[in-house]
């Protein structure tokens, strides 16, 4: 009776399919050559027509602004398409929207949100293909109900200048929505802006083009203590665009709570 058991087990695992057995990074790694694809559910307010743009809370963020103009923002899965030669991925690429199937690309099916972004991230922390590892963060950032910054910030801190300044303009973004109380890189909206704040962002600006990096410090105290949130966030962008270790602090600082945000 033991025997039976365990043969009827073993029968059981047989008869599961290999995309219930396995993680979608070991569907992907059993890949040799050839596409593959697969989707995740998209944050809210991303869109894109699933060829050649991405729309997040109405911006265009990546693709075409032309082509977004003249077919329509559907609101679908991140879609995720990825060559393999060799066993190694050599090409990645990222939709929103419609989902297209293409002869001959294996289709993996949809992921959970999670899985997928962990999947990038994974990518992204990578030491090569260097190209690859870029293009993986920004699909991650749209994955539905997954905040991201622990791992950008793992990232950031374990790898040379080039792969830090890949994470850092995400750190930034979280690091300003954090301090206007959410956790959604895309959720910073400068809305309308008056002529003076508009005079104190091209301040912070000319903070950002000193020589030898003297404006870091000045930026880092402004992110820190002023009261206009619109200030705040591009001195953030910009500490973002330095790739500076002291900015990466300041973005661990307010990310883990260690800087509350100036009250008016």
């Given amino acids: 009776m033991k025997h039976s058991r365990i043969g009827l087990v073993a029968l059981l695992v047989l008869a599961t399919p290999l995309r219930a057995q396995t993680t979608l990074a070991d569907r992907i790694a059993a890949v040799r050559d050839g596409e593959l694809q697969f989707e995740f559910a998209a944050r809210e ?14 911006d265009v963020i990546d693709g075409d602004w032309s082509e ?22 050599v090409s990645l690429h ?18 959970s949100p999670e899985e997928g972004a962990a999947f990038l991230l994974g990518l992204a922390e990578r030491e090569s293909p260097a ?10 950032m749209l994955a539905r109900g997954v905040v991201a910054w622990p791992a950008l910030l793992r990232i950031a801190r374990g790898h040379q200048a080039s792969r830090r300044n890949d994470t850092m303009l995400w750190l930034s973004r979280y690091a300003a929505a954090k301090l ?13 802006r008056t002529d003076e704040e508009d005079v104190k962002e091209h301040a912070v600006f000319a903070l950002s083009q000193l ?52 009250r008016g």
């Fill in 131 to 140: 190209r690859i590892a870029g293009r993986a963060i920004f699909p991650a």
């Fill in 211 to 262: 020589r030898g990096r003297e404006g870091i410090d000045p930026l880092i105290q402004v992110a820190r203590t002023n009261r206009d949130a619109g200030v705040r966030a591009k001195a953030l962008f910009w500490l973002g665009q330095s790739g500076d270790p002291r900015a990466l602090d300041l973005f661990d600082e307010i990310l883990n709570g260690r800087v509350a945000p100036p």
């Fill in 180 to 192: 206007e109380g959410s956790d959604d890189p895309f959720s910073v909206d400068r809305g309308d």
């Fill in 68 to 89: 977004s103009r003249e077919t329509e923002c559907v609101a679908g899965p991140v879609r995720i398409v990825l060559r393999k030669e060799a066993g190694e991925i």
């Fill in 94 to 111: 990222d939709y929103v929207g419609p989902v297209r199937t293409v002869g001959g690309r294996m289709e993996l099916g949809e992921v």
């Fill in 45 to 58: 307010g991303a869109c894109g027509n699933g060829t050649s743009y991405i729309r997040v809370n109405g």
